[in-house]
């Protein structure tokens, strides 16, 4: 681990928070917001001493159980309960990249002065951050609208030693850590547990990284579809600036311009074609590319604000002597803007399907299945059958979360955006769509491979690249160590 990152509340892009992991630097607090936590800590300790208001979660209950006053000598112990009671998650477990991530946002969320906790209890979830100790965290139990209240618990266990982590590959619980690790158990103190369960982390981890991997496979679907429409012997009309900015949809230029980038020094692209146009599959690229792009640009926006934002709730504002019940945790902007990610990632995955089936279909002068002797070969007649099995489980998946809510807490949580439910399936999305590229790109490679000509210097680069981890198939072998080496190809190399 090289070098710091230091949280001063100045606004994070989310190439900065990409950035910020994959380097694996040192995060720290900055001396201005270690005194605007402090100074908020404070303000809440005096507020609760003076005993002239209830205030929601501080001294009262939670959810339905608002007007219940709570004695001054309790509301540690409040805070404690709230965390050990809500810690009630299921399913499978959160991957360890997405736990990281909470631990990071939480840790700015609460950075900004306005939730009222203890600096040890931000600069622990730091710690724990900065060494890779990441608690077990369940991806079921959030309704995404009292912030990601399940799963958030059990990123907050270990702090006052309770649940598991995973450290230095093994897993153990917290308790045992903290001991070993000559670490004190966080004494939680009043509105300190609410804090740390409301907020939106959970969802905009997850959001996140979606992000970032939308715009890997975007930036990869037009380079792997590129090579499928040399391998087809497609046109290069569909690309050229002046239909495409004629209509002036801003991801349908940049999708044009990019794929005629990729083209450049293409003698295959440029040769006399004998076809008048090509399927929309391949001379609509910049359109359905193009829209997934404007899709992923609008949902980026939103994420980025929402990893700024202080979103637990009650939101305390010193310099006003002002403490607000609201709902800043609702995660309905993050839940419709993945399901709307969802929609256009599937999109990507769907007309790449169907340029595998154009690769396979034994037309443009391309043996049926793409191997040289079809009957005694079925050559590569079922990837496209996996291609399209799982083409449909994205569109079921892309049934939107966001429509959906169920009552919760007595009815005083009454509308809930389900955006949790929004991120886990994107996140099978986003997995989909790269075993999609990597069967696509094993068709592309393999019916390139039958043509004469060169194409660009870009795409002759993949081709290579590509057959140093995946050979030509000249007869029927075991395919599927073939499409997983693949898809760890677009996954990782590309």
Not at 56 to 71: K, Q
Request: charged share 20%; with cysteine.
């Amino acid at each position: 681990m090289m070098g710091e990152f230091i949280i001063d509340n100045s606004w994070i892009s989310l190439e900065k928070l990409d950035e910020i992991i994959a380097s694996k630097v040192k995060v720290v607090l900055s001396e201005e917001a270690k005194k605007a936590i402090v100074k908020c800590r404070d303000y809440i300790d005096a507020k609760v001493k003076s005993h002239d208001q209830m205030i929601y979660g501080v001294n009262t209950g939670f959810g339905s159980l608002c007007n219940t006053a709570i004695s001054f000598e309790d509301l540690g112990k409040l805070q404690t309960n709230l965390v050990l009671s809500h810690a009630c998650g299921a399913g499978e477990e959160v991957p360890p990249h997405i736990v990281k991530r909470m631990l990071l946002l939480k840790a700015i969320g609460l950075s900004h002065g306005n939730s009222g906790v203890q600096l040890e209890t931000i600069e622990r979830l730091l710690f724990m951050y900065n060494n890779d100790v990441l608690p077990v965290v369940y991806q079921q139990g959030s309704l995404g609208a009292s912030g990601d209240l399940a799963p958030l618990a059990h990123l907050a266990l270990p702090l006052i030693g309770e649940g598991e982590v995973d450290f230095n590959g093994k897993r153990q619980s917290s308790k045992i850590f903290l001991q070993e690790s000559d670490l004190q158990v966080i004494e939680l103190r009043s509105k300190e547990g609410l804090a740390l369960l409301n907020g939106t982390q959970f969802m905009s981890s997850y959001a996140s990284y979606a992000v970032s991997s939308a715009y890997k496979l975007w930036n990869q679907f037009n380079l792997i579809g590129a090579l499928s429409l040399e391998a087809y012997d497609g046109r290069l009309n569909p690309f050229q600036a002046n239909v495409n900015e004629i209509r002036q949809q801003k991801g349908q230029i940049e999708t044009a311009e990019k794929m005629r980038a990729i083209f450049e020094g293409s003698q295959m692209i440029s040769r006399e074609k004998e076809h008048v146009q090509d399927p929309y599959s391949f001379r609509c690229i910049p359109q359905v590319h193009g829209a997934s792009k404007d899709a992923i640009d609008y949902c980026a926006q939103i994420v980025e604000r929402e990893i700024n934002a202080v979103t637990d709730n009650p939101t305390v504002f010193v310099d006003e002597d002002d403490v607000v019940s609201a709902g800043n945790f609702h995660g309905q902007p993050l839940a419709i803007s993945m399901d709307f990610l969802a929609i256009a990632l599937a999109e990507l995955g769907s007309i790449s399907e169907r340029r595998v089936y154009k690769l396979i279909d034994g037309t443009r002068g391309l043996p049926a299945f793409l191997v040289a002797e079809p009957g005694l070969n079925s050559g590569f007649m079922i990837p496209q059958y996996t291609c399209a099995s799982i083409v449909s489980q994205n569109k079921q998946l892309c049934s939107p979360a966001s429509v959906d809510t169920i009552d919760s807490s007595n009815g005083q949580e009454d509308h809930v955006s389900m955006g949790a439910n929004a991120a886990t399936k994107l996140y099978k999305i986003i997995e989909n769509c790269f075993t999609i590229q990597g069967i696509e790109l094993l068709n592309a490679a393999q019916a390139m491979d039958f043509r004469k000509e060169k194409s660009s210097p870009a795409i002759e680069k993949l081709r290579s690249d590509f057959r140093t981890t995946v050979p030509f198939v000249k007869e029927d072998c075991y395919l599927h160590p073939l499409m997983k080496r693949s898809k760890e190809f677009v996954n990782n190399e590309l």
